[in-house]
C-alpha cells in the first residue's frame, strides 16, 4: 500500500503540468527566461543570489498581478497593510500592482465546505505572486485548515524552496544575551514540497484499542537534491558563503541519511563555500548558544519549520518575520507570507504587527525583478523599526498596525537614494 502511495506522490511532485499561460502584459516573464538580479533587498547582502529574477526592462509602466488572500484572523489586516504600503511603494518606484482578493479562508469553509473553489488554484495561475495572510481558526481543526487552504497552493504549484530571512532589525532587541544585532543574521532554507508534509499516511480500525495511525516522510532524490542545490547557490551569493545542513540522521537512518549524502555530493560542485552539518537537536543548541557561527541553514520541512519559528523568536519576534514560498523555474506563481498565524486573540484590536507582511513584500518586490523598489521598502521598515515608538505589542510597545503602515509609508514617500 505504501509503495503505491509513494509512487504516486512521486508522480504528483514531478508530473505537474507544465504548460501555463503567460500574462505578457502583466508582468510575467517570457516562457524560458530566467535571468537575474539583485539580491540586496531580500537577505540584505550586496551579492546577488543565483535565482529567480528579471532584470528590470525598458518598457511601458510595469503592472504585475498579485493574488491577495487574507486568509484567517489577523490575516486581513496585515494583509490590508501590505497592500497600502505596497501600493505607495510601487508609486514611488513607477510600476504598478493590480490587487485580485480572494475571500478563501476558515468562513468560507464553514459556509461552504470548501477554503477555496474547486478552480481556485487556476483563478490564481497566472498571477505573478501570491500576497498571503494565515491560515487557522479556532473552530476548525489545524489540520484541515493547513491541507484545505495553504498546503493545497504550495504543493500543486510546486512552491518546493520555502526561504526565511532573519537578523534582528534595528531597534529591535532580541532575548539573546550578548547579541546586539550582526551575530544573528541567517538565511532558513527549508523543503516545502515532500518529506514529513507529503501527506502520505493513514488510519485504520478508528475508535478502536487496536487503531493505528501512520504518517510517512517522503524523501526523493530529485527533491532533495534540487533543494541542497537552491541552497548551495543561496550560500555562495552571501559574503559569508557558509552552508549548515540539518537533518537526523543518527536516529532517521533512511531518508537523513540520503540527506547528508546528497549534500556531500552537491557540495562537490561548490568548492568556494564552506559547509558543515548538524543533528536538529544540536542545531537548536547551536542558534541559541553561537548564532554568529550560522548564516545559510537547509532543513527539511518540519525541522526547517520548528527552526525558523526560533529564529523568528530569537530575532525578537514573529510578528516581523518573512516568508517566501518560491517556484524557481517560474512555471507557477510563488507565494509570499508573514510566518506568525492567525493570531485570534489580537484579531480586531488593531494591533497586529504587519512588519513581517512588510517584510515578506520585500521579498515578493525582489521576486518580481523590482530590486530597487525592494531595497526602498527594506530601508523604510529599518527606519520604523528603529523608532520604538512604533512598535507594536509584541515588541513590547503600544503602536497600532495603522501607526505602522503609516510610519513606513511616510518612509518610503521620504527616501531620495
Known sequence: MFLGL?????????????????NLGGGHAAAGEQSRSSGLAMFGNPVAP???NRPQEKRRMRTYRIAA????GIGAEVIAAGIEVLDACAKRDGFGLAFDRFDWGSERYKKTGAFMPENGRDLIRNHDAVLFGSAGAPDVADHITLWGLRLAICQPFDQYANVRPTRI??????????????????VIVRENSEGEYAGVGGRVHRGLPEEVATDVSMFTRAG????????????RSRPRKLLTVVTKSNAQRHGMVMWDEIAAEVARGYTDVTWDKMLVDAMTMRMTLRPQTLDTIVA???HADILSDLAAALAGSLGIAPTAN????????????????????????????PIGTFWSGVLMLEHLGEPAAAARLMRAIERVTANKSLHTPDLGGNATTAQVTKAVC????????
Open 69 to 72: 488572500i487574507p486568509g484567517d
Open 224 to 235: 532533495v537534491t534540487r533543494i541542497m542545490r537552491f541552497a548551495f547557490d543561496l550560500a
Open 50 to 52: 543565483s535565482w529567480g
Open 6 to 22: 509513494a509512487r504516486g506522490l512521486i508522480y504528483t511532485i514531478y508530473n505537474l503540468p507544465l504548460k501555463i499561460t503567460w
Open 410 to 417: 511616510d518612509a518610503l514617500a521620504g527616501d531620495n537614494r
Open 300 to 302: 527539511t520541512n518540519l
Open 326 to 353: 518560491l517556484n524557481p523555474e517560474r512555471e507557477f506563481p510563488s507565494m509570499f507570507e508573514p510566518i506568525h498565524g492567525s493570531a485570534f486573540d489580537i484579531t480586531g484590536k488593531g494591533i497586529a504587527n
Open 169 to 186: 532589525l534595528p531597534g529591535i532587541t532580541s532575548p539573546l544575551r550578548n547579541v546586539s544585532g550582526p551575530e544573528l543574521d541567517w
